[in-house]
């Protein structure tokens, strides 16, 4: 049995005055890969946006643990540092970053340590190898000019 990576007992919440999800659990363990999926207006993007701490959405009962820690008591840019990263159905372009620059700017965020460019750069180059893209991409702008399937690969590296 693994460990559990996410954790929502009984999630209430409410956007425009409407309840969206009522009462919603759901577990994920480390490692494992799990679809939501359910017609327009199920609630697919209120959970991944309340989860996020989107202030649009509110949390009007139940829990959220990431790693064990409470999840709704953080901050945005906590639960970010936490982990938590939200992908979205078309990433944004961001001329003038380059992949490689972005990635390790969030990682020193999130770690609050700087990070020796060398030695990151060889960590970059095996992911980039491991998810079949050539080097070329961490100095490319980030998603500018990518494919559609070429905007998901950075966004698994990050």
Same mark, same amino acid.
């Given at each position: ?9 009984? $999630? /209430? ?12 659990? $759901?577990? =994920?363990?480390?490692?494992?890969? /799990? %679809? ?5 207006? +199920?609630?697919? !993007? ?19 643990? $990431? ?22 159905? #078309?990433? @944004?372009? @961001? ?5 490689? !620059?972005?990635?390790?700017? +969030? ?11 060398? #030695?990151?750069?060889?960590? @970059? *180059?095996? %992911?980039?190898?491991? $998810? ?10 980030? #998603? ?8 998901? *690969?950075?966004? =698994?590296?990050?």
């Amino acid at each position: 049995m693994s460990e559990n990576l996410l954790t929502v007992n009984n $999630l /209430h919440v409410t956007a425009n005055d409407s309840e969206i999800l009522k009462g919603l659990n $759901l577990t =994920i363990g480390k490692g494992e890969t /799990h %679809v939501i999926m359910g017609p327009n207006g +199920a609630g697919k !993007s209120t959970l991944a946006s309340a989860l996020m701490g989107d202030p649009r959405y509110e949390v009007t009962g139940g829990e959220a643990a $990431l790693n064990g820690e409470d999840l709704l008591g953080k901050t945005v840019s906590e639960r970010a540092r936490a982990g938590l990263f939200l992908s979205f159905q #078309n990433p @944004v372009e @961001v001329p003038g970053i380059s992949l490689e !620059s972005f990635v390790r700017t +969030a990682l020193e965020q999130r770690t609050g340590e700087k990070i020796k460019i060398w #030695n990151f750069r060889k960590e @970059v *180059k095996a %992911v980039l190898e491991s $998810l079949d893209m050539d080097e070329e991409y961490a100095s490319r702008d980030l #998603n500018v000019g990518f494919s559609g399937g070429e905007k998901k *690969k950075p966004e =698994i590296l990050q």
